[in-house]
């Protein structure tokens, strides 16, 4: 199974822009659905965006919609979240999933391997 890491988190201010990307490695990224997730403090962990690599399908949450959008990197093997016009209820650990097995993208259940996460952090 692939290995990821989440990098490019901070603290930006409400109104701001922040990527944060998921790197592979062990191997590549060629047939799984990469996923992003969130952990808001006190809150279960949710759903954000995702994207199946060789189709580059995407799904987003709906809080997120037209803020947030999920891509390829296909230069370093990764996947970036660009949020845009963040808001302090965007403040949350930030968490990669991969999986060569997802039928839904949205299923935190689907995803084998996990990322020890990056903390965003939005103030206003």
Do not use: H
């Not at 998921?22 to 997730?37: E, H, I, M, P, Q």
């Not at 230069?75 to 997802?102: F, G, R």
């Amino acid at each position: 199974q692939v290995q990821v890491t989440e990098s490019g988190g901070g603290l930006v201010q409400a109104g701001d822009s922040l990527r944060v990307s998921c790197a592979a490695s062990g191997r590549t990224f060629k047939n799984y659905a990469v996923g992003w997730f969130r952990q808001p403090p006190g809150k279960d962990r949710e759903f954000v965006a995702g994207l199946r690599w060789n189709t580059e399908i995407t799904v987003y949450a709906d809080s997120i919609k037209g803020r947030f959008s999920i891509a390829r990197d296909n230069a370093k093997n990764a996947v970036v979240l660009q949020m845009n016009s963040l808001k302090p209820e965007d403040t949350a650990v930030y968490y990669c999933a991969a999986s060569d097995a997802i039928v839904r993208l949205s299923s935190q259940e689907e995803y084998q391997s996990w990322g020890q996460g990056t903390q965003v952090t939005v103030s206003s």
